[in-house]
């Protein structure tokens, strides 16, 4: 939806209320035009069924306001003595028409002090499952994410099975874009195995204040722009197209930002002509063929030595395929003495899954290539236009038409195309082993989640019993100068000096 069209069915809900709630307004010692009046209405209301203006605002926060409206219709029931069961499902099930019932064929009887606790178990259990859900949501949506790192595509610095927290507040918070959908859960419900939400309507695109830009090397979780599943954890033969908030969540580094010219040379990446410097933490990972004296490898040795437990393949009796190795474990491996050989596996074919789709490009050897920026003008003609007809098409929503040589946006010829958003080039660190923007293009601003900030748990897919920890990565920061260091033992002091301090202070209460 437009924000015309926003507008005009923001007056028609206006329209509604006033319709359906103007005796109960009257009833309650307001004036009549008082619920008529946008915004203004809701705070009245608000004073009418005894609850913070702080409520207002929660009406029209997306997601969140959907738990809130039944809330209000309830309240509102309640303030003139329609406290019962029945009246509660019927208000409810009706989406708040109830209300038409009584304000039109009741005598309505306003109680103004009425009493707001709940008046039994069930209520009161109703009543904090509402108020937790309000306020996960809230911190869900705009302030700090949980995320599982489920692919290898980060590793080293994120390891499969660390779990973390995604900061919302550094990018700026984006406001959800579809209203209607469960709270706290991503496209698909679980174990019934159907879509959370409903695809229209939709709301604008809209992000809060940052406390920072996207700067590269930074890792970031943004909405897969490719994603095109049903189900973002089930593979699918039919295309879905699905709104921008409910696309796959990915992790991945920038390596690239608005303006930048990237390039990759022999899986070395270079932004404007020099090579991007990576952070201490980050440790790119490329595969590898190892030749050995045919004594072979010791397996306690690649997991131990190594610490590699996954992508290791022996080709023949003294040839090794390693699918992700750094550097350091490569030069480690030159020093064994059975090694004849370390070479790092570097591509020069073409390869026809590689963005855009139709050059001589790899892996390894890729580019150059332009990153959109806001606001710059682009030439666009036959050449250039692979790398933008996604961004023009989809991401920016024009019509866009192609006849020889001749390229139509919004039906009118097009030489020149003027970005309308900011791009980013999203990559993995275990470079031959990540689907990342070598695949899919350009990441648009509006598709940033947030930053990962920290690990506050971490199990090893491969570990057992308590081995499955790993103590190490528990409550470290995700970015940072140095290596990774664990706070947990910190967070151990904290919980055991909160539990030791709450005791004494309850013990001497008793007294």
Known sequence: MTLIQWFLFFLIVQVIHFLGTWKLYEAAGRKKWEAAIPVYNAIVLMKIINRSPWWTILL???????????????????????????????????????????????????????????????????????????????????????????????????????FLFVSKFHYGARTPMTPIAAPMVHDTLPLLNVKSYLKSPQVPYFRFFAMQEVNRTDIVVFNWPADTLFNMYIAADKRYDKPIDKKTNYVKRCVGIPGDSLSIKDGIVYINGKIMPMPERAK?????????????????????????????????????????????????????????????NISHEAEAAIFPYNTKWNLDNFGPIYIPKKGVTVALNSESLPFYKTIIREYEKNDLKVTGNEIRVNGQIATTYTFKQDYYWMMG????????????????????????????????????????????????????????????KFFLFALIAYFGISYFVRKRKGN
Do not use: C
């Not at 949501?137 to 994120?158: C, F, G, R």
């Not at 690990?455 to 409550?475: A, E």
């Open 284 to 344: 790119p990972q490329y595969s590898y063929t190892i030749t050995t004296d045919g004594n072979g490898f010791d397996q306690t040795y690649i997991t131990k030595e190594l610490n590699i437990t996954d992508g290791v393949y022996q080709s023949t009796q003294n040839t090794f395929y390693f699918r992700a190795l750094t550097e350091e474990s490569a030069n480690r491996l030159r020093l064994n003495p059975i090694v004849k050989s370390v070479v790092q």
């Open 429 to 488: 660190d275990n470079r031959h082993n990540s689907l990342d923007a070598r695949y899919f293009g350009y990441t648009p601003e509006d598709h940033i989640v947030g930053k990962p900030v920290f690990i506050w748990m971490s199990l090893d897919p491969n570990g057992k019993g308590l081995n499955k920890i790993r103590w190490d990565r528990m409550f470290t920061t995700v970015s940072g100068d140095g290596q990774p260091q664990s706070y947990f």
């Open 60 to 162: 029209f926060v997306p997601v969140v306001n959907l738990v809130m409206f039944p809330v209000v219709w309830v309240e509102t029931l309640r303030s003139f003595g329609k406290n019962s069961t029945l009246d509660t499902l019927l208000v409810v099930l009706t989406f708040g028409f109830y209300i038409y019932y009584i304000n039109y064929t009741h005598k309505l009887v306003y109680i103004n002090n009425r009493i707001l606790e709940p008046t039994n178990k069930t209520a009161d259990l109703v009543s904090s499952l509402l108020f937790a859900i309000v306020v996960a949501t809230l911190v869900h949506n705009y302030v700090m994410q949980p995320y599982t790192i489920p692919t290898a595509s980060l590793e080293k610095s994120l390891l499969v099975g660390d």
